[in-house]
């Protein structure tokens, strides 16, 4: 019984763990990232300055600089979102296969996939991993969703 539950475990760290990918550590080389915030089902013990409850789970808006090292504290991390300037549009869409568009409000939605994101929702009977919303004052990309607001 301890060997299931160690390998259930090992699973589970896998599997979060695989958040940790190219694609994210791909944007942020981008530069021009204004904000990072990252989707958790659980509240974490670490310190961050800008925790918010929402709904069953929780936002941690963290620093830019540090994005790749406070994932690593954090636990049950589903997804994030990151704010770019509006200038790096071009070069974020050249990294997705747009499966949908749509206007909301005045802001331009698109809904795509991309390789090297695990988390994923189905739009239209098709997978989509990422969804990149482009604002008056800058693009926004959320995976699978964006969760926060634009």
Do not use: H, R, W
Not at 18 to 34: R, V
Not at 82 to 97: E, G, P, R, S, V
């Amino acid at each position: 019984m301890k060997k299931f539950f160690t390998v259930v475990f090992l699973c589970f760290v896998c599997f979060a763990a695989s958040f940790n990918n190219i694609f994210f550590t791909k944007l942020l080389a981008f530069g021009g990232c204004e904000e990072v915030s990252f989707y958790c089902s659980q509240k974490n013990q670490t310190e961050f300055a800008n925790e918010i409850k929402n709904g069953e789970g929780y936002i941690y808006s963290v620093d830019v600089s540090d994005a790749k090292s406070d994932y690593s504290k954090l636990l049950g991390c589903y997804g994030f979102s990151a704010k770019f300037d509006i200038l790096l549009f071009d070069k974020i869409m050249d990294t997705m296969q747009v499966v949908k568009t749509e206007t909301l409000e005045g802001v331009q939605n698109f809904y795509g996939y991309v390789n090297g994101l695990t988390m994923f929702d189905f739009m239209d009977n098709k997978k989509v991993n990422i969804q990149v919303a482009l604002t008056s004052n800058g693009v926004i990309v959320g995976s699978p969703l964006i969760l926060g607001s634009y």
